[in-house]
Structures are given as C-alpha cells and as structure tokens.
C-alpha cells in the first residue's frame, strides 16, 4: 500500500527528512516500508500519524452517567456518587461498558490504553477480573494496562497494603494511589514506594486534583523518586494544583519533577469541567503547566479520563477531540507541534516497545487525517481518519 503526499508531524518523525514536508509512505505487510520526499511539496493531501496512545482512562466506570448523574463541579461529590454505584458492580455489569470503551477506543485510531481500576480495600475488585479476560481478548488491537487506583491510607493496613500489591504483580499491572493534601503524606508515599520496590511495580498517581496552590503532591512524588533512586516508571495524572502555584515554586516542582523522569499527563476534559466556579464564569481552570514542563524537557501527555460517568458527563474515547480541546485550552500552538502528547510522551509513559515515531521498519499502525495543513487538524473535516493497523485498513473508520 502506497500513501502518497502526507504531512508528518516533526515530533513524529523517526527518519531524516531534510527539508521535506510533505511525503510519500509505502506499505509492506505490517510495517513501514519506506518513507521519501514527495514530488510536490506544496500539495499535502492529509497528515499521518502513528497510532494513538491513551495514557490515562476509567473503563470501570464509564457510561453510569444516567444511573449516578453528574457532579457538576465537585471532585468529592463525584467521588461520593461513585462509592455508592460501585457496591453493586458485577462482572455482568461491567464488562459491557468495559468493552464498549474498547470498541470506541479501537475504532477511532488507539493501539494502546491504561484504566484505573478502582481497588478501595485488600481483595481485589470485580472489574480485575473482567479486565484480564477482555485483555487477552483484544491482544493484537488494543495492548492494555491497568493501575490499581486506592487511597493511600488503606495501605497503612500493611497486610492489606501488601496484598494489593501481590495481587497488583501477578496480574501485570500498576500501583496506584489517589494523591490530595492527604496529611502526613510523605509517610503514606512512602509506603507505596516500598510496596512498588518490593514487587518491582510502576507507579501511577492521581495527584494534586484540585486548585489549592498548597497542594505538594506533586512535588512530594519527584522528591521520593530521587531519594529512592526509584528505578521504574512513574506517571502523575492531573497535577491541576500546579496551574496556582506561584511562578518560582512551580517552575521548582518541575524541575525536580523532570530530574526525576517523571511523567505528567494533563486531563483537559475532566479537569475542566471539574475544577473552577459554576456559579460564574469558570477562571482559573484545571490544566496544568504544558508549556513550561516542555521547556523543561518534559513533554506531557493529553488523556481522556472519565467518559459519561459522574466526573465528566460527556466525552467519548477519541483522543483527536481531546487533543483538539487540551490545543484551545493550553494554546498549544503550533498544533501539529504537539502531536506527540497522544502518540509518543504517552508511548513512553507506558513503557510501550514502540515509541510512536513513524519511520521504515516501524509498525504500519497508523492514523491518516483528512487534515491538510495545522488549521483543519482539530476542526470536524480535518478530524476525519482513516484507520490503519498492521497494514490495513479498518472496514469502520471515522
């Protein structure tokens, strides 16, 4: 298969292209297999991308809008709804909403995907289970992670703490904690760190969720990662709080945070509708410091979140909107600039064996936009796509 007069975005290029923009890409099987100048440069026909990479998503708990309502601004009242929901979760219940995530996901270009996995207490959760099985199900589509999301004080229960963690490793995952002016929080991080360095487990926070500038999470994290010498990766979700925080301190946090190789992934959709005033017009809101984590190296990540559930009410599984609202949100201009925050940060992030950049002899998993130029990137025609995966064509493209 040839795919001729392409844009490729430079973050995603893994080849030398001169002073080429526009190129031609050619198909063998399931790999690239070769990439050069088109003849016309000024004729783009559309931009190419590597397949997209969801860092940060909750299938257990997506599309309950209707039976929970939603929150409207309030993280703890979303927190409390969903409590009283998840008692009554089966692996009936929740594996068609699970699969339903994946299909949307699959269907709009994704390859990869991490869900948090509610896991309140020592045994582990009904969506566990369900997990594994639609995991080895969809093996060769979407390759699948997940992070056991608990709050910190039940792994003061060190039988419990150290259970989750067992449990956590035989199922392949990722530690997790909720992470929020929690007091004494450099002793509870400090706990999951020994559970995480016993096992040899990643880590993956929910941290700094709000808008209190004393919010340290975030900074207690990178702290830990360098006093530990912590050898795995870690990821920060959120990290809204950042955004209040004085100019100095905040450039400090980052510092430490990219000294760290930590790995920040900014939520736009849940975290704008979750954090700032209702009762006026919603200043200041919930994103974090994109531009100056990149300036430090840092390059973050754009994931979905919630979708349809009690956080945020709307939304679906195709990363190109969120990219599309987190480009507005943060003024990530150029737009074709930032690509590689839902294809190359997050494919690091996950550790995945392919980092995303396009190049011959990479897998011709791939995302072809109808987008010619950066102005139509996040508008509905440039978002039209077609799917490519080992080689092929999806029969249902967007």
Request: aromatic share 6%; glycine share 8%.
């Amino acid at each position: 298969m040839k795919l001729e007069s392409l844009r490729i975005p430079q973050p995603l290029r893994g080849f030398d292209a001169g002073d080429a923009q526009v190129f031609d890409v050619t198909l063998a099987g399931d790999r690239v297999e070769a990439i050069v100048p088109s003849a016309l440069q000024a004729n783009a026909r559309g931009t190419l991308l590597s397949a997209l990479v969801e860092a940060h998503a909750h299938i257990d708990k997506n599309y309950t809008v209707q039976e929970v309502g939603a929150a409207q601004g309030n993280l703890f009242a979303a927190i409390e709804r969903m409590e009283k929901h998840r008692a009554g979760w089966t692996s009936q219940t929740l594996r068609p909403r699970m699969e339903r995530a994946l299909q949307d996901a699959w269907q709009s270009g994704t390859r990869a995907l991490r869900t948090h996995i509610d896991w309140v207490q020592a045994e582990p959760p009904a969506a566990l289970a369900v997990f594994e099985a639609l995991r080895d199900e969809w093996r060769g589509r979407i390759e699948l992670q997940f992070v056991s999301l608990t709050p910190p004080d039940v792994f003061a229960d060190l039988a419990a703490g150290e259970r989750i963690a067992r449990e956590v490793k035989r199922a392949g995952g990722v530690l997790g904690a909720f992470v929020y002016r929690n007091e004494g929080i450099v002793h509870k991080l400090g706990r999951v760190f020994d559970l995480a360095q016993q096992h040899g487990l990643g880590l993956d926070f929910h941290v700094d969720e709000g808008l209190d500038a004393e919010a340290s999470g975030l900074r207690s994290i990178a702290q830990l990662v360098r006093a530990r010498d912590f050898r795995h990766h870690v990821v920060c979700g959120h990290c809204c709080s950042l955004s209040m925080q004085d100019d100095a301190v905040a450039n400090e946090t980052l510092a430490l945070c990219a000294g760290s190789g930590l790995h920040i992934v900014a939520l736009p959709t849940t975290n704008l509708y979750l954090q700032g005033a209702w009762d006026r017009t919603p200043v200041p809101r919930g994103i974090t410091r994109i531009h100056e984590a990149a300036a430090r190296g840092l390059r973050v990540s754009l994931a979905t979140d919630n979708v349809q559930d009690a956080f945020y009410p709307y939304g679906s599984y195709d990363l190109l909107e969120t990219f599309g609202l987190g480009v507005q949100m943060a003024h990530l201009a150029p737009a074709g600039e930032w690509f590689d925050t839902i294809t190359v940060s997050p494919a690091k992030a996950l550790g995945l064996a392919w980092d995303g950049r396009i190049a011959p002899g990479c897998p011709a998993d791939l995302v072809l936009l109808a987008a010619t130029d950066e102005h139509e990137l996040i508008g509905p025609r440039g978002r039209q796509r077609t799917v490519i995966r080992a080689g092929r064509i999806l029969e249902k493209t967007q």
